[in-house]
């Protein structure tokens, strides 16, 4: 059953890594500002889900997992929030992307 577990944590971390690193891509790679915050934004709150439910079956106790899932729903919660008040900024400036 370790082995599983240790199997399932390396999988995810590795998965959760590269949709960071096809964030960060994304990030450099699309043309306007829009498109960019877009592609970051959902390939990091996928890639920390990844990593957070990879890390969850190697915590010790129940509030360590809560504590986990608790930052990972902030950093979704803040994220959000952060992409939304940018978009806002950026059409209300009238400024073509």
């Known amino acids: 059953m370790k082995l599983f577990l240790d199997l399932w944590t390396v999988v995810a971390v590795v998965a959760g890594a590269f949709f960071f690193f096809a964030g960060t891509v994304g990030l450099l790679r699309f043309p306007d500002s829009l498109t960019r915050?877009?592609?970051?934004?959902?390939?990091?709150?996928?890639?920390?889900?990844?990593?957070?439910?990879?890390?969850?079956?190697?915590?010790?106790s129940v509030s360590?997992?809560?504590?986990?899932?608790?930052?990972?729903l902030l950093?979704?919660?803040?994220?959000?929030?952060?992409?939304?008040?940018?978009?806002?900024?950026?059409?209300?400036?009238?400024?073509d992307p």
């Open 64 to 72: 360590a997992g809560l504590k986990l899932v608790g930052i990972w």
């Open 37 to 60: 915050l877009h592609a970051l934004s959902k390939a990091d709150n996928l890639g920390l889900g990844l990593v957070v439910l990879g890390l969850l079956p190697q915590v010790d």
């Open 75 to 95: 950093v979704l919660l803040s994220g959000a929030t952060a992409a939304q008040w940018i978009a806002r900024t950026f059409r209300q400036s009238g400024t």
